[in-house]
Nanobody, 121 residues
Framework: QLQASGGGLVQAGGSLRLSCAASELTFGRYTVGWFRQPPGKEREFVTARKWGGSTYYAESVKGRFTISRDNAKNTVYLQMNSLKPDDTAVYYC?????????????????WGQGTQVTVSS
């Protein structure tokens, strides 16, 4: 139901925009989050946007990443600027309908398949 795309290889300091398109659910009613899993590490919270518009970011990406939503396209975006090698990971989008907690994998009901982001130094 969620399809993530937009990953790739980029040099440090560069930018990428990830997309998460939904089918069979309407993002406007959902909290949507992005997580990432660096090589050899656990999946971690990156950012989330609640259905009401509030946004939340991990400290490591504040000021560099922006989550946004296009209701007409039923798509959520993750704009990533000033990328660093430490941002290298598989990025996943996720969605949940009910509840307020947003920082943990178990908080979400739906997951995309992941898209690889590699930042070279």
């Amino acid at each position: 139901q969620l399809q993530a795309s937009g990953g790739g290889l980029v040099q440090a300091g560069g930018s990428l925009r990830l997309s998460c398109a939904a089918s069979e659910l309407t993002f406007g009613r959902y909290t949507v989050g992005w997580f990432r899993q660096p090589p050899g590490k656990e999946r971690e919270f990156v950012t989330a946007r609640k259905w009401g518009g509030s946004t939340y970011y991990a400290e490591s990406v504040k000021g560099r990443f922006t989550i946004s939503r296009d209701n007409a396209k039923n798509t959520v975006y993750l704009q990533m600027n000033s990328l660093k090698p430490d941002d290298t990971a598989v990025y996943y989008c996720a969605a949940r309908l009910f509840g307020n907690s947003i920082y943990h994998r178990a908080d979400y009901d739906y997951w995309g398949q992941g898209t690889q982001v590699t930042v070279s130094s």
